[in-house]
């Protein structure tokens, strides 16, 4: 049990393209997700929090309108990387949590590429 | 601010040695700590998480333990086989339920 899908695990974009990524937990009902962002060769760094039904709440540094968070259902959240541009390239990493943050459980991670 | 850092960086071995690999952390008030696999371009396989309370936790080839007093939790694989090549990413759970991770060490296990 506890299987987090992320969708799509790879997406190529041009430059000024906004680009969205589905969060979906399959088998439970997610109170909270998390999204998290990784660089080539570095860990994990926190974006954002969210809450089902709540607004996202967002690290220090990371541009909400730039980084739009939708956690619309218990099993569903999303994030959507509008205007992307190169500097955006990343991997996106999703996880949700039954309740509380103490355990996650992630999804597969999506590599974008900003053209 | 709870930091956490990860040693080696990297390390390469000969298939069937056992290894260790470290994690340290900044501040010992955390809920848990996990050990996770990262292949590459992956997402995260959980792989043993120690409660605070605990000492070890154990799981097949993989053996987790925690000082949290010294802000310390070792991995542990025995016979390494060329599957383990991967990164392995320890990660804390401090008091505001918020996951810190370290920068991951990558193993490339030679057959």
């Known amino acids: 049990g506890a299987v987090v899908s992320q969708h799509p695990s790879r997406v190529i974009c041009k430059s000024g393209t906004s680009v969205k990524i589905e969060c979906r937990s399959l088998?439970?009902?997610?109170?909270?997700m998390f999204w998290y962002r990784q660089f080539p060769k570095k860990s994990l760094m926190l974006m954002a929090t969210?809450?089902?039904?709540?607004?996202?709440?967002?690290e220090q540094g990371v541009e909400k309108d730039k980084f739009l968070i939708n956690h619309a259902s218990l099993t569903l959240s999303t994030l959507t990387v509008t205007s992307a541009h190169p500097e955006d390239s990343s991997f996106y990493i999703c996880?949700?949590?039954?309740?509380?943050?103490?355990?996650?459980?992630f999804g597969a991670g999506t590599r974008l590429s900003v053209l | 601010k709870q930091e956490v850092t990860q040693i080696p960086a990297a390390l390469s071995v000969p298939e069937g040695e056992n290894l260790v690999l470290n994690c340290s952390f900044t501040?010992?008030?955390?809920?848990?700590l996990q050990w996770f696999r990262q292949d590459p371009g992956k997402g995260l396989t959980s792989l043993l998480l120690?409660?605070?309370?605990?000492r070890e936790q154990t799981s097949g080839r993989l053996n987790a333990s925690l000082d949290k007093s010294s802000g310390r939790s070792t991995l542990y694989i025995a016979a390494s086989q060329p599957g383990d090549s991967a990164t392995y990413l320890c990660?804390?759970?401090?008091?505001?339920?918020?996951?810190?991770f370290g920068p991951g060490t990558r193993l490339s296990v030679l057959p």
């Open positions: 501040d010992s008030a955390i809920y848990n």
């Open positions: 969210s809450n089902e039904g709540s607004k996202a709440t967002y």
């Open positions: 996880s949700a949590s039954r309740g509380g943050g103490y355990i996650q459980y």
């Open positions: 990660a804390v759970v401090d008091a505001g339920q918020n996951f810190v």
């Open positions: 120690i409660q605070s309370s605990q």
């Open positions: 088998d439970f009902q997610a109170t909270t």
